[in-house]
């Protein structure tokens, strides 16, 4: 049977997919296409060369497997990157090149340009960036949550202006770190290329200037102001909803900025989708480039950033102290600076020893009702009785198939359902290291993915778990 490229590239994904994450796979393979298939080469086009790098650096080894599995030991990969020209057209490129276009500042007097309201710092034009100092990449704590903005935004600072990721949207709940990184893209321009003028500025603060600007008859100056910017920040753009006079203007100053190869960068609480009361032809160009999603982080994030928050403060909390709060606090960042801070107050005032019960106390006034706590050994032995195996082989050494995968569930379940990092439930089990734990948990995920049997016992284990701790 002869294979056709569409063919081979599907199951390619079919392997692909069971390898990596939903998320991932979503982001970084769904949009892949299957171009051609020449005798043992397949030739799949990406979106843009940032897009091919990211694809070599992290899924090279993936993704050999995957062609030598379809095409034999002497299959080969070829990439082709779909460009976009500056007439928004999209053009394939053959070969593995990228071509960026970028326009320099032009031929405008900026010495005949009115400052049309006052932002502290501009003299001669030279413009106060209006970012915080404090937000960096490098207290940005990576992780799955927030992984494809924060590289998008690394490669932004590079090339600002010229990458595909104009405008960069970067939309979360509130506290999941927008503005931090926004300002750090700024703030990262400004460290290497100090001669780009970089500006921050909020929505409302943008809509109060406007107002001024008409109230002047001064609307031009203000356009032509902003549109000296090479690096535009425009935080809660959600706030622009239905303002059409503001929405108006920043539909023009968009379009030059764009047109002039010029950054801009948006945060919102949400996609630009579901942005309601906002003008068509903006929800259009918001889309040109691209939307990143900021999710809430999980426990090992949240124990990062926590412990980072730690040594920046010159702080330092039992382990089982971080833990509590990271598993309590989970969808605002603010609030783990938050709890911390009162948590050393409350300490140093009251003279009481820092730990989890004075935690208790402290998140009480962060959280309305705070979690139960979950053990690793409720788990063993809900697990162990569910399987009818003896609780205590799952922290032997034995490889019988039942024990093990009483033993990886088991894990599995510690991992989402307690506040104990990998290391510590792994301690669980016989001593085993976190990479055990790591390995259980995918080999568990593995099979909620292909066997639905095994999805269901799942889930009515989670469900025995979360019923036992409400009798409680």
């Excluded at 927008?178 to 321009?189: D, R």
């Excluded at 089982?320 to 300490?347: D, H, M, P, W």
């Excluded at 009785?385 to 034995?398: E, I, Y």
Aim: hydrophobic share 40%; aromatic share 8%.
């Amino acid at each position: 049977m002869v294979k056709d490229c569409t063919t081979v590239w599907d199951n390619c994904l079919r392997t692909i997919r069971k390898n990596v994450n939903p998320q991932s796979f979503k982001t970084w393979f769904e949009p892949i296409k299957a171009v051609s298939l020449d005798d043992s080469s397949l030739t799949i086009q990406v979106p843009n060369k940032f897009f091919y790098e990211w694809l070599e650096e992290h899924y090279v080894t993936l993704l050999k497997m995957t062609i030598r599995q379809e095409l034999g030991d002497t299959g080969r990969l070829e990439y082709q990157i779909l460009m976009v020209s500056s007439a928004k057209q999209n053009v394939p490129q053959n070969q593995i090149s990228a071509r960026t276009e970028t326009t320099g500042p032009g031929s405008i007097d900026t010495g005949n340009i009115k400052n049309p309201f006052v932002i502290p710092g501009i003299k001669k034009m030279k413009i106060d960036s209006q970012v915080n100092p404090n937000y960096l990449f490098t207290n940005f704590i990576e992780g799955d949550c927030n992984r494809l903005a924060r590289s998008a935004g690394i490669a932004i600072a590079k090339k600002p202006g010229g990458t595909a990721f104009n405008p960069l949207v970067i939309f979360g709940d509130v506290g999941l770190g927008k503005t931090h990184l926004a300002q750090a893209i700024g703030n990262e321009v400004l460290d290497k290329m100090p001669e780009k003028r970089v500006l921050y500025v909020p929505s409302d603060k943008f809509t109060n200037q406007i107002i001024q600007s008409i109230k002047n008859n001064a609307v031009n100056d203000f356009v032509n102001f902003y549109q000296l910017v090479d690096v535009l920040i425009v935080d809660d753009i959600q706030f622009l909803e239905n303002k059409k006079k503001t929405q108006e203007i920043f539909f023009h100053i968009f379009n030059q900025l764009h047109q002039n190869g010029k950054q801009i960068i948006l945060t919102s609480d949400r996609p630009p989708k579901d942005l309601n009361g906002m003008e068509d032809r903006l929800i259009s160009r918001f889309k040109w480039g691209l939307s990143a999603d900021l999710a809430a982080p999980d426990l090992e994030t949240r124990m990062a950033i926590l412990e980072a928050k730690m040594n920046k403060e010159g702080v330092d909390l039992p382990q089982n102290v971080t833990e509590f709060i990271c598993y309590n606090i989970k969808n605002n960042i603010r609030e783990l600076e938050g709890v911390l801070i009162s948590l050393v107050a409350q300490s140093s005032l009251n003279r009481r020893e820092i730990d989890v019960e004075l935690a208790k106390d402290v998140i009480k006034n962060f959280v309305s009702q705070m979690s139960k706590e979950i053990t690793v050994d409720f788990i063993q032995n809900l697990v162990a009785d569910h399987f009818s195996v003896p609780v205590g082989k799952l922290a032997g050494k034995t490889r019988k198939r039942s024990i093990v995968i009483a033993r990886q569930l088991s894990m599995y379940l510690a991992k989402n359902l307690t506040n104990k990092s990998l290391k510590a439930i792994g301690e669980n089990f016989g001593g085993r290291d976190h990479s055990t734990v790591i390995y259980s948990c995918k080999a568990v995920q593995d099979l909620l993915d292909t066997d639905m049997i095994f999805k269901d016992t799942v889930a009515d284990l989670e469900k025995k778990i979360r019923l036992s701790l409400n009798e409680k």
